[in-house]
């Protein structure tokens, strides 16, 4: 069985297996227990340590899949002559951590989410492909992506399990088909099964 084939096949298996309750369920425990232990962070480090430890175990463990997250990638960014540096990014996705002391104003939120859109636009100008971010301190969170070179911007909300869900979903769709647009929009749009729509 060609490497293609085999995808296509795990893929499957894995959008069968998130449509179950028991999923949900294991969903909502995972965001609990980061949100738990976020709270009781002394540092951002920690916060990262825990976040991604939760997430790539439950990823690995419940998917049967291995994630390793580039750390620190440096991105030109429009607003600052320096480069800036992402936390962390798996292929279109992109995590910025924030210490909770770091989100708790508004003037702290709407820095923290400069700071990502600045490196989506760094990226999106250099590979000229969409992508997907989030900023969190573990216990709030906020979802930015840019599309077509158009950013989009939620609102920070408690992290809870569909955040965690959208940010695992973006995972595994960009490791199951080549990050071009047509793949996207083919194998994950258009289809009444994908996980975009889910």
Avoid at 63 to 77: D, Q, V
Wanted: glycine letters at 4%; one cysteine or more.
């Amino acid at each position: 069985m060609d490497k293609t084939k085999k995808n296509k096949f795990k893929l499957k298996q894995i959008e069968a297996l998130i449509r179950t309750s028991e999923y949900a369920e294991l969903l909502s425990e995972l965001s609990t227990d980061i949100y738990t232990e976020s709270k009781k962070a002394e540092n951002e480090a920690s916060i990262v340590s825990i976040f991604e430890l939760e997430l790539f175990s439950f990823i690995k463990e419940t998917l049967g899949l291995k994630y390793y997250p580039e750390k620190e990638k440096t991105i030109n960014t429009e607003r600052h002559i320096s480069k800036g540096r992402i936390d962390s990014k798996i292929g279109a996705l992109v995590i910025e951590f924030k210490h909770t002391s770091k989100l708790k104003t508004t003037e702290h939120k709407d820095k923290a989410s400069s700071q990502l859109v600045d490196y989506l636009k760094g990226l999106n100008d250099k590979h000229n492909l969409d992508y997907f971010g989030i900023v969190t301190d573990g216990t709030q969170c906020k979802l930015i992506n840019i599309e077509n070179g158009i950013i989009n911007e939620g609102a920070f909300e408690k992290l809870s399990s569909k955040h965690i869900d959208r940010i695992i979903k973006s995972i595994v769709l960009l490791d199951k088909v080549a990050l071009t647009p047509e793949n996207l929009v083919k194998d994950f749009c258009q289809s009444e099964n994908s996980l975009s729509n889910k």
